[in-house]
C-alpha cells in the first residue's frame, strides 16, 4: 500500500534552515508528481510546492526563493530545502501523492520557526 513518510522536522531560530525528506514506498516513485503542503496551527492545510516526473517545479509565492523542492528517483525521496525560515513558516509540513484522484499524505512533521 501507498506509504509517504516525514522526517527532518524541528525548532530552528528565524533565518535557519532545515531539510525536509519525505520517503515514499507502495506505488512507482517515478511515475508519480510529488508535493508539500502545511498546515499552521488553527489554519487550513496549505500547498507549499509540486515536482512533476518531468522534473518541473512550482512553488508557492509565500516561498518562491527560500524553499527548494527536489526528488531522487532512485531513493523514492523527495526533499523540501527551507532556508530563511520565519515564525509564519511555523506547520506541520505533508508530503502528498494523488493517484487516481485519490489524494495519499503522510503523518506530517512539525516545523517550529522560533527564537
Known amino acids: 500500500q501507498v506509504q509517504l513518510v516525514e522526517s527532518g522536522g524541528g525548532l530552528v531560530q528565524p533565518g535557519g534552515s532545515l531539510r525536509l525528506s519525505c520517503a515514499a514506498s507502495g506505488f512507482t516513485f517515478s511515475r508519480n508528481a510529488m508535493s508539500w503542503y502545511r498546515q499552521p496551527p488553527a489554519k487550513e492545510r496549505e500547498w507549499v510546492a509540486g515536482?512533476?516526473?518531468?522534473?518541473?517545479?512550482n512553488y508557492a509565492d509565500s516561498v518562491k526563493g527560500r524553499f527548494t523542492i527536489s526528488r531522487d528517483n532512485a531513493k523514492n525521496m523527495v526533499y523540501l530545502q527551507m532556508n530563511s525560515l520565519r515564525p509564519e513558516d511555523t506547520a506541520v509540513y505533508y508530503c502528498?501523492?494523488?493517484?487516481?484522484?485519490?489524494?495519499?499524505w503522510g503523518q506530517g512533521t512539525q516545523v517550529t520557526v522560533s527564537s
Open positions: 502528498k501523492i494523488l493517484r487516481s484522484g485519490v489524494p495519499y
Open positions: 515536482i512533476r516526473t518531468a522534473g518541473s517545479i
